[in-house]
Nanobody, 122 residues
Framework: QVQLVESGGGLVQAGGSLRLSCAVS????????MGWFRQAPGKEREFVAA????????YYADSVKGRFTISRDNAKNTVFLQMNSLKPEDTAVYYC???????????????WGQGTQVTVSS
């Protein structure tokens, strides 16, 4: 059974930073891409960032490029999202997901975490 558990969310002032973590169990972590998505109240879930199985290729939404960094530690079965220069519009529930890169980038993968709340105050 694949399980993804996010942590690291919280309340931060605009301009601040947070680091999200997602620990994965139940599958060979290093075989699959990982991604972060977010969903704000009243809005659809949107892609934030993804990283391929090796960590050699990363992908970002335009809205977070230059501010967010995705990384992974295959020895610890964990993916991270470093979020800097946070803005109130970054407020959302953040979800991690795992799967093959193609479906992951289309948000059609089957494996998702439960989400962690990020709130950025102005």
């Amino acid at each position: 059974q694949v399980q993804l558990v996010e942590s690291g969310g919280g309340l931060v002032q605009a301009g601040g930073s947070l680091r999200l973590s997602c620990a994965v169990s139940g599958r060979t972590f290093s075989n699959y891409a990982m991604g972060w998505f977010r969903q704000a109240p009243g809005k659809e879930r949107e892609f934030v960032a993804a990283i391929d199985w090796s960590g050699g290729n990363t992908y970002y939404a335009d809205s977070v490029k230059g501010r967010f960094t995705i990384s992974r530690d295959n020895a610890k079965n964990t993916v991270f999202l470093q979020m800097n220069s946070l803005k109130p519009e970054d407020t959302a529930v953040y979800y991690c997901a795992t799967g093959r890169l193609g479906p992951l980038l289309k948000s059609t993968t089957d494996y998702w975490g439960q989400g962690t709340q990020v709130t950025v105050s102005s």
